[in-house]
Structures are given as structure tokens and as C-alpha cells.
């Protein structure tokens, strides 16, 4: 079955300390992203992917980072949690010939106490 | 990218059409237009895009005005299944970078 992993589903986590949020894809696709949703805010880019080891920011990058060291897998690492890093987080994937067709993962709820 | 706008919230009967606007109106001539939706917290999926032309498919239709600055999509018969927060974004299919808005929280009621 064709789709996106992300683990862990839910996590809670204090100020600072080091934590990685990882996704995973198994449709060979070159493009992968994530996404910061927030009440009110919508979804927000974080940063995005169109190969591996080549990666860019989106519009909201600051206190986060990726690598793209395998094309299956798109880590998202928190190198610090700060409580404004609370959110739900998604992971998505997509094909260059149908970039329009973006999957999502299911989610990641964090919380930074 | 060009930013986009929608009502915050419409509501729609069961069994009708629900129309969904959204604004557009610094799109460029290479950018598409494109619908999500996001049924409570899961993540969204792709429901259709178009550039210029009318589009429909199993899920909608989407109606592009000629002059790219609006457009709306159209589920023609709404279910209780459809209701979720719909999000209309246009970009370029040469890059990944997406910008969704806050979009348009449909209730459809029975």
C-alpha cells in the first residue's frame, strides 16, 4: 500500500532537549516536505526536498532541521524544542511528473512543555 | 506564490451542490490552481488542479473565470463524509514550494 509514515504519532517533550520526528515514503518519490499546522495559521511550510541531499526552506524553517540522506526518508530534527514549537506536523510526498498530487502522513501531535 | 482567499466557513445541505470560492487575484500566467481538503486532524489529500481550462474528475469540478483571478470548486452532491476544511492554493508545477491559506471549513448537514 502506497503511503507516507511518520513516527512517533504523539509525543511530549521539554524545553530542549534534542528530539527527531521521522517519515518515511515507499512510492520512490523525489519530492518530500513538512508542515507545521497551527489553529488559525493553517498549514506552514517548514522545509522541502527535491532529491537526496538537496533540500530548501520553506516559510517558517527557524529552529528546525532536515536531511535528506536516503530518497525514502525525510527526518525532521528539533535540535532544541521550544514551547512555540508546539504543533501538529505533517509529512508529505510527491512524484515531479504529478507534483500537484501531494501524501500526506497522518500526522505527529507534539507537545513542549 | 501567489496568495489566495476564502470565506472562512460556508455550510451546505446534504444532497446539494456545495460551490467553495476562492480569490486568486495576483496569479501569475504559469502557476495552477489546486484543491486539498483536511477532514478533521488527518492530512490532506489532493482532491483536483487546473490551469485555465474547466476540470472535473470523481471527486469535484473546478470552474477557472478567464481570468484566472477566481475560481470554484464544486462538489455536486455534498455528504456528511465532505464535510472538512477545504484549502485552494496556486503555485507552479515546477517547484514544491506550497503555500495553503487558512481555507474554507464546509459543514454539511443533514
Known amino acids: 500500500e502506497a503511503q507516507v509514515t511518520q513516527n512517533p504519532r504523539y509525543l511530549i517533550t521539554v524545553t530542549g532537549k534534542k528530539l527527531t520526528v521521522t517519515c518515511s515514503q515507499n512510492m520512490n518519490h523525489e519530492y518530500m516536505s513538512w508542515y507545521r499546522q497551527d489553529p488559525g495559521l493553517g498549514l506552514r511550510q517548514i522545509y522541502y526536498?527535491?532529491?537526496?541531499?538537496?533540500?530548501d526552506k520553506g516559510d517558517v524553517p527557524e529552529g528546525y532541521k532536515v536531511s535528506r540522506k536516503e530518497k525514502r526518508n525525510f527526518p525532521l530534527i528539533l535540535e532544541s524544542p521550544s514551547p512555540n514549537q508546539t504543533s501538529l506536523y505533517f509529512c508529505a510526498s510527491s512524484s515531479p511528473l504529478r507534483a500537484e498530487t501531494q501524501y500526506f502522513g497522518p500526522g505527529t501531535r507534539l507537545l513542549v512543555l | 506564490d501567489a496568495k489566495t482567499t476564502q470565506p472562512p466557513s460556508m455550510d451546505c445541505a446534504e444532497g446539494r451542490a456545495a460551490n467553495l470560492p476562492c480569490n486568486h487575484s495576483t496569479i501569475s500566467g504559469n502557476e495552477y490552481v489546486y484543491w486539498y481538503r483536511q477532514i478533521h486532524s488527518q492530512g490532506p489529500q489532493y482532491i483536483i488542479h487546473?490551469?485555465?481550462n474547466n476540470e472535473t474528475n470523481e471527486m469535484a469540478s473546478l470552474i477557472i473565470t478567464e481570468d484566472r483571478k477566481s475560481s470554484t470548486l464544486i462538489l455536486p452532491h455534498a455528504t456528511l463524509r465532505d464535510t472538512a476544511v477545504y484549502y485552494c492554493?496556486?503555485?507552479?508545477?515546477?517547484?514544491?514550494?506550497?503555500?495553503f491559506g487558512a481555507g474554507t471549513r464546509l459543514f454539511v448537514k443533514a
Open positions: 526536498s527535491m532529491n537526496v541531499e538537496v533540500t
Open positions: 492554493i496556486v503555485r507552479n508545477t515546477g517547484g514544491f514550494k506550497t503555500i
Open positions: 487546473g490551469l485555465k
